[in-house]
């Protein structure tokens, strides 16, 4: 029988997850602080600890790293309600076998304790690994589910080689995940260079990407490295790599496949070693579909998928995020940071965010100007911009097709008593698919963004035969 080890303060957390063990035939052993953990941990086997990061008496990772250099060997699960990207990498790359933001559900611990369990190997983990800017999990401000979702994300893929491409609305940081995901890795002391893809010169644009010989071509007057060369030993970042133009693609498909470019006017191959991330706020399966973007390359650049909440869905995360850029932005002008009404973060709260994070830090900083150093109040910030929603034409257009497979159906079946079944058919599998691919095949987070039970959504994906 396995011995799970409880390290938290909350009760009802303790209370529940020793429920949890227990149902899966585990003893478990519940304690309240590091200290107790400890005792615990010498005095008695245990095969795994599921240890909160706040703690009275020592943080949970580093609880983690001194029952490590103890020679302590069991999994460690590592649970937290005020993780950042620090914590979560700390974790993950410290020897943790997962890392859970809560609030959490049931199934998400379940799964997590099945599989430490079953995957136990007995090896110490190396140790924690140190990131070398500090600062940099102070700029990724916010500490909702959605974005610990994303924390741990990248956690994973920091240390590993694999390409990763990131996909969210404009505004949402990928380029600040692309950053942190570079930061985290052992490419940490190469170059990250950004090619913003929309902004390349079409004319110029396998210049600019691949580098160029002198006299290569009028103006050419001196060789010059592209950006593929320049990001040797580091990480190059794509954004929007949807506006790559399409005659490029197939070339810079082999430059990443094979890490080896050849200049514009030259015969004689390079070697460069980059890591490769790329960002787009397009689906590029609808880019694959118009023909826009090659499917072999959208499979080399999406081994690992990250994508990043838009602001309306981390509301949690918005009076932080507030109070960050009134001090940032007060900083950056020399003068004191002014405090912000509750009455100021309940309008912030409400409002849509088409534009997410750039558009908030914008409203701030209008408010600082009108406020001029007073308290930021409801009257200091600008109206709300309604935009129009770009998606409506495509409703327009799922309406359209909904009721013309509705006239063709009930033209050729005017007695059939089924169109409710059938129309429930045609629409939930697609639905139903669409959710599980972005949710990576997890089906305790497809369910709950569908609004089902996990156990409903695959009973319906099993009789789909999915």
């Known amino acids: 029988m396995s011995r799970v080890l409880i390290v938290d303060d909350e009760e009802s957390i303790c209370w529940g997850l020793k429920r949890l063990a227990e149902g899966l035939g585990c003893t478990s052993l519940v304690v309240s602080s590091a200290e107790q953990a400890c005792i615990v941990a010498n005095r008695e086997p245990i095969d795994l600890a599921i240890v909160d990061v706040r703690l009275p008496d020592m943080d949970g ?73 500090a600062d940099l ?15 741990k994300q990248v956690a994973m893929v920091a240390e590993t080689e694999a390409s990763v491409h990131l996909f969210g609305e404009s505004g949402t940081g990928k380029e600040l995940i692309a950053r942190s995901i570079h930061e985290y890795s052992r490419r940490k002391e190469g170059p990250f260079v950004v090619v913003h893809a929309a902004a390349i010169n079409m004319a110029l644009a396998e210049s600019e990407l691949f580098g160029h010989v002198r006299g290569a071509f009028t103006g050419a007057e001196q060789t010059r490295a592209g950006l593929l060369e320049q990001a040797n030993g580091g990480t190059l970042f794509f954004d929007e790599v949807a506006d790559i133009p399409v005659e490029l693609q197939v070339k ?7 890490g080896e470019i050849v200049p514009v006017g030259s015969n004689r191959p390079i070697r460069t070693d980059f890591r490769v991330i790329s960002a787009s706020h397009r689906d590029l399966r609808q880019s694959i579909t118009n023909g826009s973007f090659r499917e072999d390359l959208f499979f080399r650049l999406g081994a690992y998928m990250i994508e990043i909440p838009p602001l309306r869905t981390r509301v949690h995360d918005i009076r932080e995020l507030t109070l960050h850029f009134v001090q940032q932005l007060s900083d950056a002008s020399g003068n004191p940071s002014p405090p912000v009404s509750d009455d100021a973060v309940r309008d912030l709260e409400g409002r849509h ?45 799922l309406d359209a097709s909904i009721e013309s497979w509705l006239d063709d159906y009930l033209t050729q079946n005017s007695v059939a008593n089924d169109v409710h079944a059938r129309l429930l058919d045609r629409v939930e599998r697609i639905l139903f698919e669409e959710v599980l691919h972005r949710h990576q095949g997890n089906f305790a987070s497809a369910a709950r963004q569908l609004g089902l039970h996990r156990v409903t959504l695959k009973r319906k994906m099993d009789e789909f035969g999915s």
């Open 252 to 258: 810079l498909l082999r430059a990443i496949e094979y």
């Open 353 to 397: 965010w088409r534009g997410n994070v750039r558009e908030l830090r914008n409203v701030i900083e209008h408010a600082l100007i009108v406020a001029r150093g007073n308290m930021i109040r409801p009257e200091h910030l600008p109206p709300s911009i309604e935009l129009p929603d770009v998606r409506a034409g495509d409703a327009g257009h």
């Open 61 to 133: 990772l580093s609880l983690m790293r001194r029952l490590q250099s103890e020679g302590k060997s069991f999994p460690f699960i590592v649970i937290t309600a005020y993780g950042d990207l620090g914590t979560a990498v700390g974790a993950i790359q410290g020897g943790a076998f997962d890392y859970i933001a809560k609030p959490f559900d049931v199934i998400t611990v379940e799964r997590a304790v099945t599989s430490a369990l079953s995957l136990r190997s007995g090896e110490t983990a190396e140790g924690p690994y140190v990131p070398r800017d």
């Open 137 to 151: 999990r102070k700029r990724i401000v916010g500490s909702s589910p959605a974005l610990q979702a994303v924390f």
